[in-house]
């Protein structure tokens, strides 16, 4: 009884320990019995999953669940918050994340030797960690170690297939990584001097009558969490280091990193930018012009170089700029429409772009090319893959039934409310520049025929295990296209508090 | 009403297209027969919903909530049964004929797969309870056409299938922000006996400008496939086509899928009275006219028929849309009714022109001199469609032009009748020469080689395979005898316009 009051108590913690637990124990595991390693990784997701859908069935009404680790209350104690908006996000994270994995269970298998893939279970579950550590934590040191944890993981996930260009992209992601980490550890800094409190609900409080006193310093601290988050989710101009890491990672760390890890840093800046400040200090500022305007170059920029590049992944990496170019437009709108645009985007994007990156990876474990030419007459040798790529597709250029067009609807809605005619057409035109990246390359698999002979012997279906992940997103498009209420009602509670 | 069975004619060919596409090529009979099952039995239940449709005035289906404001339905109301009854009517006889036709043809497993499920998206089009569902299945229907445009393979067959995306896509967007406006203005999509931004109460804000613009958003995104000018140019290109493709797709299917969202903007969207308010009647029709004379114009220099067949499209549709913008019952109904009389044929015209090059490998209009003497059930067809074209009696064309006019005359316009008139005039001068020279010129020499890929089976004499033949044949003396009774149609045109013009 007492034992499972405890746990029941611990439920907030376990989210995030469950993973960090599997990470490690999974080096010994993976030395002594290999063929546990798999089950344990995917047990591990699979608790922080089953737990954050509990949340969300906890919060829908708009309560809260606070949690102190280590039962030492703030402001010296780290407290977990859980409320709609992390429940959203936590469920997100865990879920897409586990369909990764068994997709990365299967793909690693040929690609890596038995101790590497050890290891890459390992760092998938401290990314798995970082990425749930970062959503749930209410306090601003704590998210800068869970920052990192992430910033290393991801690093580590892209380097994984040691070769020359993986290792390349790595290094200069662990660049630029670490120095947005410096600049929001600046700016945790400066919070920290301005307010005395390291809590975010404690900031918020401390902010009321402290930002008249030190506004410039505000700023300087705001400007300094745009860049730090900016960089590490590849706003434009700062994406530089994402088409190399996107493309030369194995397919899925690929899938992780533009489905999850860029988002998750996005609502690191999301929970500083509103639950730290609030909407109402940012306006005062030039910070939602600052993202609006940068997310409509970066979405007209992500979409042009996506059209020239002849590298499948690096196609789909450009198209990751692009989308988070949406997310951060609908951020600086800095309205409830805005938000609820956002957020839901988030979620569609991680679905549809996962997706991609897995189907491609599909294609490129069976065939071993990447290139768009060699895309031709797939839909016959692999039409599963290429009928969930090509409903993907589909979802991406926003076409309706489909989740990419419920996010386009609260964008271009969104936009119009905060009267905005200029956004409107970037994000149309946004929309028939992604039909012009992907269109070409869903019309070679199924209306040209592979005329170059290069493929010796018949061309197999992904395998199963990478194909079902692949399956489940796309239905998952699907379902929320038609009924977007599932997400819908989470993510308006979860807006409800951040306007007024 | 309410009724699953609107559901039926989108999901029944979706579902049929799904058995095709799995078929083998070799499977000639089965493929043919479920295709055309397919046809008659939509064509079937769209004729079995019209007497509910005529009495009730809406036939809707239970709607699947999706949000508050966006519902999945389907809703049948005059202005669709009108559409979807000249569709999947025209579906029947062109699956006959693409039988024949394709008969020798390679990928015929592609070319029916699609075909069929064209007809369950324009189903879909028709019958669209809100803006959502419409621009669904709108798009769709490019995507599911270019199969079809593209299905010979050549180099121009290819080009033509990318600009046909490329236009319907950048339509498509308009489309959307026509719709993401009226939403924003109204908060609603859904089609009702009322317009939507006449029937809400709208902001104070809203100026007579920002609903002139969302109405040239609407009209410039569906004016793609309608093929107003200049939007026009996909629709001659596109002729690559196989000939049932263009007959129906291009002179019947797309492009009156535009027509219907046009007048949907007009009439549900706007509705009677804001597009009075708008006084964008004016301008548009002005557009319109210019259309009108341009795609006759355009006719004329056309030496090869379908394309010369394509500009007549472009002018007609111009009529069409004429009689709706006139904003008067009269002119309304002479637009609808040119709707349907239009359809019946143009989709004639085609099926000739289609017989012609299978027959004698002939595409170009100057190698059809006294080609009546061979084929001389098919070029009746053609001379009787053409005498409607220009709007003579005893042919069907005859009333939509009557009440194009006096819809003109009414509402003052003296410009569209000029323009009416001296666009029959020109209809004549590129159509009648045709039937002049193929029935009473020397053929120049014996030429039977074969143009384009797979023409010219039925070398030289005779007529074509029967599967196309009786169609057009059919589908000519419908339009005779509707020349002479043209009860029926006007009938249910008055209805249309009665329930959008009171």
Redesign the interface.
Known sequence: MDMIETLHENLPLLVTMSTLLGAYLMPVVSRVRFNLSGPLAVVSVAVSFCLSLYFIGVTRDGTRVYYNVGHWPPPWGIRIVIDPMTAFIVTLVSGVGLVVLFYALREIKESMSRSSQGWYITTYLLLMSGMLGMTVTDDLFNLYVFIEVTGFSAVALVAARDDQASTEAAFKYLMLATLGSGFIMAGIGMVYVVTGHLNMRYVTTALITARDSYPMLLWVALSFFVAGFGVKSALFPLHVWLPDAYSSAPSPSSALLSGLVSKVYIFGLIKVLYFCFYHVILARYFIPTTLTSLACAGIIGGSLFAMIQPDIKRRLAYSSVAQIGYIYLALGLNTRLGMIAALFHIMSHAIMKSCLFMAAGGVIYRTGRRNIRDFAGLGKAMPWTMACFTICSFSMM????LSGFVS??YL??GS??AGSPFM?VVI?VG??LA?AYL?PVVWRAW?TTDESGAFKGPIKETPWPMLVPILLLTGATILLG????LA?DIIEKAVETLFF | MQSWLPWVTVILPAVSAAVLGSLKEEQKALRNAISLGTALVTAGIVLFLMPAVIQDGVVRTAPLLVTPAFSIELRVDHLGMMFALIASGLWVFAMLYSIGYMAHENGQRTYFTFFTLSLGVTMGIAFAANLFILYFFYEFLTLTTYPLVIHYRTKEAMVAGAKYIVYSLCGATLILAGIVLTYTWTGSVAFSELSILGGAPRLAVLSTTALALAFALYIAGFGVKAAIMPLHSWLPSAMVAPTPVSALLHAVAVVKAGVFGVLRTMYSVFGDEVMHEMAVSPYFVAVLLATILAGSVFALNQDVLKRRLAYSTVSQLGYIMLGAALLTPMGFKGGMLHMFNHSLMKITLFFCAGLIAEGTGKTRVSELAGIGRSMPLTMTAFALASIGMIGALPMNGFWSKWFLINGSVESGMSAAVVVLAVSALLNAAYFLPISISAFFHKPAGVQLQAHGPGHGHHQGLGEGHPAMLWPTLALACLCLVLGFWPDLPVALVSLVVQAFLG
């Open positions: 926003g076409i309706p039934l386009k609807w271009l809605s119009l409310d409107v149309l929309s028939l039909a269109l209306f038609i009924k977007p209420a819908l």
